[in-house]
């Protein structure tokens, strides 16, 4: 009898892993909410108190924002138009393209 390596896709196997990235990607979603929340109570000032310079927490505040609204967008809170690269935007804090 043969040995079979790896794993065998199945209908299930391939079901469970849509849910759980459906689900981690609504997950992210509504923790990126709470952050921009959270960032948006701290200002300015509690920025530059955490070691931010006015810049730095402009640019942060930014980000926040950009993440808050991919998240609205996918929660269907908001509508994206125009189009507008999330990730072109994002890529100073994302680093290296994670795909390779």
């Given at each position: 009898?043969?040995t ?21 990607l ?15 109570g ?7 108190a955490?070691?931010m310079?006015t810049a730095?927490a ?13 998240a609205?967008?996918?929660l ?14 994002l ?5 290296p393209?994670?795909?390779?």
């Open positions: 009898m043969a079979v390596l790896g794993t065998n896709t199945s209908g299930d196997a391939l079901n469970t892993k849509l849910c759980a990235l459906a689900q981690d609504a997950n992210v979603a509504y923790e990126s909410i709470k952050f921009a929340a959270y960032v948006d701290q200002g300015q000032s509690g920025l530059q955490a070691g310079d730095g402009t640019a942060f505040q930014a980000a926040t924002d950009y993440l808050k609204t991919v609205q967008v996918f269907g809170q908001v509508a994206q138009t125009p189009a507008f690269n999330f990730s072109s935007a890529a100073n804090y994302i680093g393209d994670p795909q390779g």
